[in-house]
């Protein structure tokens, strides 16, 4: 995952609430403008891609392709111009934003080119990806009940849910803020572990699970966590 967070300059946001449904410029890089060239650039980037051979629908839209990403499932839709996808992601956006509900925070959705891609996970490091080769999430339109957590934030919800074997929308976020943690191990080292010592810009995340609270530490982009004594 610590290659998926090199690729990107700026902190992403997974999805921030706003007045309309907006279409981030483009990033510099590789022109991708089909499904192919998504899985191109992806392997390019040295992920394991899988075209799963699932045909993919998210809300009104259907006929989309399902890829496995590093394990994680993406849905990535291709039109036959921009113009059919610049109609399509409208005429989603406004029919999703209407059912959103308070676990689809880590709902994040892409426009570039011909194609549509969306994402419901928790793993940090693929939005970080997504976004660098495909630009900022969209922003869903006012409504949507949703927390524009940054990908660290997911991806310790993600992780929690992992350790302690429940499900994500289980999780409660009650407090998270930036950090400059002392070291690559984020002030956490375990017994005879080396670490780099750089400052390493991350977030202290404070979640609840089954009535018990858990303060995680993060990197920038929550490739690297650690939960603290």
Known sequence: MIRRALLVAAQISLVAVAGACTTPAEPEGPRIDSVEDLVAALREAGEEVAETGTAATAGSLAGGQELSVGGERVLAFEFESVAAREAATTAWMEDEAEGLSSTDAVLSVWARGRIFVVYRGFDGGLVALLSGLLGDPLTLPQGALIEPYPPAVAAAIGWLAESIDTDPGQVAVLEYTPADWPDSCLGLSGPGEACLQVITPGWRVVLQAGGVEYAL?????????????
């Open 217 to 229: 530490r993060t990197d920038e982009f929550g490739t690297v966590i650690r939960a603290e004594p």
